[in-house]
Nanobody, 115 residues
Framework: QVQLMESGGGLVQVGGSLRLSCAAS????????MAWYRQAPGKPRELVAY???????DYADSVKGRFTISRDNAKNTVYLQTNSLKPEDTAVYYC?????????WGQGTQVTVSS
């Protein structure tokens, strides 16, 4: 059984930054793809950023140039550096990992951007 533990969310003012982290409970197997999704109240969950094991990345248009996804394969950990935060970035952020045929989700961490 693998669990994902997220940290780094919180309350921040417009223009501020947060660094989200998500670590798998085991580091003895290879994670393929990692990603961050988010879900705002009343809206569907959406993909924010994606990174392959080889380091290729992709971002939602709404966060390009402001957010950066990275990973540490030795620690099975994924990070999301969020800069120049806007009120519309307020959401619960979920990390996502895939390994072989399994998909894992974190429990979510709240990011609130106040104006």
């Amino acid at each position: 059984q693998v669990q994902l533990m997220e940290s780094g969310g919180g309350l921040v003012q417009v223009g501020g930054s947060l660094r989200l982290s998500c670590a798998a409970s085991r580091s003895d197997f290879s994670i393929n793809d990692m990603a961050w999704y988010r879900q705002a109240p009343g809206k569907p969950r959406e993909l924010v950023a994606y990174i392959t094991r080889g380091g290729s990345t992709d971002y939602a248009d709404s966060v390009k140039g402001r957010f950066t996804i990275s990973r540490d394969n030795a620690k099975n950990t994924v990070y999301l550096q969020t800069n120049s935060l806007k009120p519309e970035d307020t959401a619960v952020y979920y990390c996502y990992m895939t390994a072989i045929a399994n998909v894992y989700w974190g429990q979510g961490t709240q990011v609130t951007v106040s104006s």
